[in-house]
């Protein structure tokens, strides 16, 4: 990668990685590009453009003017909004993906797009869930997703577009926090540990998902990317996961900083359904093997960070 443009850039994981990218490539070399500009980060507002990713034209356009050889597309929408309103979870999901594909056919750009947990279902083995396996998810996030894994293959081999991607798990910031997801409540932890010593949660407590820090997620993207093509047997929906926990777990390590934090549990049945088909624990290896993915934070180091970074943030 030289030269980038990210959509999405304003997200949970398009702000940390845009940040990061700048620094590494330049941030000149950077193009983010989001719906809105409703951000406080200049380092990302100054240099934004407006692009909402139905938009192929608009898209096109940008692609022609900044020459890009990377396309990074992290536009979409989480998992519990998706089911809210389906439609429009196909039209923001499938068609902003597959205009981010042609421009990266049209104009011979790398391409990145991340899947998810969420592309498995209830007949998904839940422990060790091998690379490849049943994929039948019953939520339109899901369906999204495992059709998005499909296209990028199908760019993939007919059009030899250089298409990469991982499966990413719940994933856990503080810069940016995500909205609309079924694993959110490992985000709103933390914040309300902090805020308020208390956490009224809407999973039950045993229910296991595979789960990473932000930080894991963006050297996993930028690793992939860099990788060397030949020792990849596909570019494509790589498993990749950190920690498997519930949020029990994450309760009783909170506690060992906050030994007064309490939680209570008022079940979503939409999101705890979600979860329910979701796996505990992804196999995986053949991103261990292929490109030497290797996440850096346990549930212990992540705690650690999470909890100092937001008392840090609500000092100010
Ligand atoms: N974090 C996502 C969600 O909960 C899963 O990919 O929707």
Request: include cysteine; proline fraction near 4%.
């Amino acid at each position: 990668m030289k030269r980038i443009i990210i959509t999405g850039a304003l997200g949970q994981i398009g702000t940390e990685l845009t940040v990061k990218l700048m620094e590494l490539y330049g941030e000149e070399n950077v193009l983010p590009t989001d719906v809105h500009k409703n951000s406080d980060n200049e380092m990302i507002t100054s240099k934004l453009e407006i692009l909402d990713v139905r938009d192929f034209d608009q898209m096109d356009e940008l692609v022609k003017k900044f020459k890009p050889d990377t396309i990074l597309h992290m536009a979409a929408l989480l998992s519990a909004t998706c089911e809210k309103d389906p439609l429009l979870a196909w039209d923001i999901n499938m068609n902003g993906l597959i205009n981010a594909l042609e421009v990266a056919r049209i104009h011979d750009l790398k391409f990145f797009t991340p899947s998810s947990i969420g592309s498995f279902g209830e007949s998904t083995p839940k422990k060790n869930t091998p690379q490849t396996t049943i994929q039948r998810p019953n939520t339109m996030y899901g369906v999204n997703k495992v059709s998005g894994e499909l296209l990028c293959d199908y760019y993939y081999d007919k059009f030899n577009v250089d298409t990469r991607g991982v499966r990413f798990p719940g994933l856990i910031s503080h810069i940016k926090e995500p909205g609309g997801g079924t694993t959110d409540y490992a985000v709103d932890i933390y914040f309300e540990a902090i805020k308020s010593g208390k956490y009224t949660c809407f999973l039950e407590e045993e229910t296991y998902l595979d789960m990473m820090y932000i930080d894991d997620a963006i050297d996993a993207i930028i690793k992939l990317m860099e990788a060397d093509a030949k020792s990849l047997s596909t570019g494509n929906a790589f498993n990749i996961t950190a920690i498997s926990a519930s949020p029990k777990e994450f309760t009783t390590e909170i506690k060992k900083h906050i030994p007064d934090f309490e939680i209570d549990y008022d079940v979503d049945p939409v999101r705890q359904k979600i979860a329910d088909t979701w796996p505990e624990q992804l196999d995986c290896s053949e991103a261990e093997k292929q490109w030497g993915f290797a996440p850096k934070y346990d549930l212990e180091k992540l705690t650690t960070t999470m909890l100092t970074a937001i008392k840090e943030k609500y000092k100010k």
